[in-house]
């Protein structure tokens, strides 16, 4: 199968470490096997309501659009391929600069770290950026359709120094996809597939790293064979404290001293869960 030769504005966030999900190699094996995941329904409606989020976002906030924009042409020049634009006439919100528009779909329990004009949690703030690298221009004006029924607008700005570092790394990224050279591991996120020899990256190892890190791991486990007789021990004195709790209580959703508050909470096939409240504090 062809390796993909292009990142999604989605997936640029992971080379600046700022997707908690995907690592580097793990993005490198998606591109590498050339495997294009299936759309979402979410993302399915998006694009068919696209045009029409647009215009509404247009009206919304005093917004010329002009034309739509290729994304598969951003992408063969630039090596990311950005989501569907338009181009919007320049205006106050841009400073007067050529930019383009994208529209999103948000519910508003998921816009907590968003905050118009220019707020935005860092993943999502690359991606609008690598947006603006793919397409060339400075700023990108994000109109996002919240709830079904309100529209916010966010401007994102790339500067002439941003660019150039998105173009190394884009740049860097694709040469080892071309190459098929696996990108530095990282022994967390990737221990999967070290474990299971997908990674076949080899780091180098001297005699004494061998050693230290024998006599680290030999060390952690006597350790841990103590530690885990007491975490199994504790665990089962919580349950039965719980159980007493439990029977204390009869039909009573909590119990309740001068000091402590016990509440029983019980889910729809009726397991119960229980939570201890210093008063002023709570415990767990």
Known sequence: MTSRNYLRAGEVPTL???????????????????EER?????????????????KGICEDHALKSQVALNPRDAAASTGVMPSKAWGIAPNQRTDGKEAVLIVDIRASTTMREWHAPDKLPAKALRRYK????????????????????????FVVSLTSSERAEMKSKVDAFLRLVAEREEPDLDFDRDSREIRSGAAVQKIAASAGQVDALSVERVDLVKRLVPLKAQVGQHEARVTQIDTMFIAMAGTKEKLETPSHVVDIARDAKGAAKITVVKKGQSLF
């Not at 600046?16 to 050339?34: A, F, M, P, T, V």
């Not at 690598?130 to 607008?153: C, F, I």
């Open 130 to 153: 690598a947006v603006a690298y793919a397409y060339g221009v400075e700023k990108v004006v994000v109109g996002v359709l919240v709830d079904g029924y309100s529209s916010q607008l």
């Open 16 to 34: 600046y470490g700022e997707n908690s999900r995907q690592s580097d190699y793990q993005l490198w094996n998606e591109l590498i096997s050339g």
């Open 38 to 54: 299936d759309m979402s329904e979410g993302g399915i409606w998006k694009g068919r309501l696209a045009s029409e989020i647009m």
